[in-house]
């Protein structure tokens, strides 16, 4: 059994041994970790003496945990992420931004440097080059999903229906505009009139992780036969010249300027969407995540 206070050679062989559950064996795990197997096997032997458990199956048959060593998995990825509380918290007593930042946003604002998150991630790596960054680009709801779980600190993107349990802080508006491309009929349609007669007759690309009718009314009225879960999805859509779509004005000015797509109606059928950030209530963020989110409001960070 382990002694009350770990050692270092502990916390290594324990370091060691997430790293092979996580490569899914000894062989994948030598190259994370940079030493032969047979040195790996070893720390996994020294430390299943240490605990006087089993903790995995290795052989001919594959590299599988026991019982055991689920649960000793699960308390060392506690342990770790307690240590690394630990380094962030003595960070902050001296004001240093160190540690780790997660940040999940919808897919379409690479294409624009003016958007929260652009913005907030030029200033953040500038001022905190030693923050860990992890950025992960997903749907609205599953970024929701991402901040509830405690997977990321920090979500930004367009959230028609808040969920309790997550605080929303609202950033700025963003022009969604309906857009058709060339070769569609309404690509040529100069009067209202035109707009009017082609438009019930146009093939709409839904938006799969929206709620369509609710957001975008206009869309109740029209067929569709295709839908897309990210924006990319719905511009390649519009883009071969068989559907409209919306699609956030920045992201599609690229399009427009080429003259590929262009605005159905002149902009009549736009829409504003609302930019939020979004975190999970009861859970006061650290030195790191009040800084990106600062930053995020477009107000200056705050020290101690």
């Known amino acids: 059994m382990l002694p009350p206070s770990l050692s270092k050679s502990d916390v290594h062989l324990l370091y060691v041994f997430s790293v092979v559950v996580e490569s899914r064996g000894f062989s994948a795990a030598q190259i994370a970790l940079n030493v032969s197997a047979s040195t790996i096997s070893r720390q996994i032997s020294d430390l299943e003496t240490r605990l006087g458990i089993r903790l995995c199956q290795r052989g001919r048959k594959g590299f599988r945990l026991t019982d055991k060593g689920e649960i000793v998995y699960s308390a060392s990825q506690n342990l770790f992420a307690s240590l690394e509380h630990f380094g962030e918290v003595v960070a902050e007593t001296r004001g240093k931004l160190v540690g780790r930042l997660s940040v999940a946003a919808i897919d379409n604002w690479v294409h624009s440097d003016n958007t929260p998150v652009m913005r907030a991630l030029t200033k953040f790596t500038q001022i905190a080059p030693e923050v860990s960054l992890e950025l992960h680009s997903l749907p609205p709801d599953n970024i929701e999903i991402a901040v509830q779980d405690g997977q990321v600190s920090v979500g930004v993107g367009v959230f028609h229906k808040h969920k309790p349990g997550l605080i929303y802080e609202p950033l700025e508006t963003e022009n969604i505009g309906l857009y058709c491309g060339r070769g569609h009929p309404l690509f040529d349609a100069t009067t209202l009139t035109d707009v009017e007669?082609?438009?019930?007759?146009?093939?709409?690309?839904?938006?799969?992780?929206?709620?369509?009718?609710?957001?975008?009314?206009?869309?109740?009225g029209l067929q569709s036969n295709a839908s897309a879960h990210q924006i990319e999805g719905v511009a390649m859509l519009v883009l071969t010249g068989n559907y409209i779509g919306y699609l956030p004005e920045g992201f599609a000015d690229t399009w427009v300027r080429e003259d590929r797509l262009r605005s159905v109606g002149d902009g009549r059928f736009d829409l504003k969407s609302e930019i939020e950030l979004v975190r999970k209530r009861g859970e006061e963020p650290n030195l790191v995540g009040k800084t990106f989110i600062q930053l995020l409001k477009g107000t200056t960070p705050f020290s101690n």
Do not use: F, G, M, W
């Open 197 to 220: 007669k082609l438009l019930p007759t146009a093939n709409y690309c839904k938006r799969a992780y929206l709620n369509e009718d609710q957001v975008a009314p206009i869309s109740s």
